[in-house]
Nanobody, 128 residues
Framework: VQLQASGGGLVQAGGSLRLSCAPS????????MGWFRQAPGKERDFVAH????????YYADSVKGRFTISRDNAKNTVYLQMNSLKPEDTAVYYC??????????????????????WGLGTQVTVSS
């Protein structure tokens, strides 16, 4: 599975961006997808997760109410709509897929180790 994230860029605080992630190389869309982010000098942190069906989502507290994860399985694409962006949201954003393991639930979806494939990341910079 190859993951290609796109949609990053430079935006002012309070603005919005929508990231996209399009898995390829494996038929079907029956895997959970997550977004993580990594700021310079910091660990890669969980942002959001969505189940393969799209009927369940889970968010980090830091983005809850501002970010929305969704997916369009017909287009084989996962999105991260980011609103009310803050300078502390500046990071490289990565999408990741759970392909081989079981579905996760709640806070278990924040564990980097359960994701089997990772994209290269897209830079999001929020200016103050």
């Amino acid at each position: 599975v190859q993951l290609q994230a796109s949609g990053g860029g430079l935006v002012q605080a309070g603005g919005s961006l929508r990231l996209s992630c399009a898995p390829s190389g494996r038929a079907g869309s029956s895997y959970g997808m997550g977004w993580f982010r990594q700021a310079p000098g910091k660990e890669r942190d969980f942002v959001a997760h969505i189940t393969w069906s799209g009927d369940s989502t889970y968010y980090a507290d830091s983005v809850k109410g501002r970010f929305t994860i969704s997916r369009d399985n017909a287009k084989n694409t996962v999105y991260l709509q980011m609103n009310s962006l803050k300078p502390e949201d500046t990071a490289v954003y990565y999408c990741a897929a759970i392909v081989y393991g079981p579905s996760c639930l709640g806070s278990g979806c924040a564990d980097r180790k359960i994701y089997d494939y990772w994209g290269l990341g897209t830079q999001v910079t929020v200016s103050s």
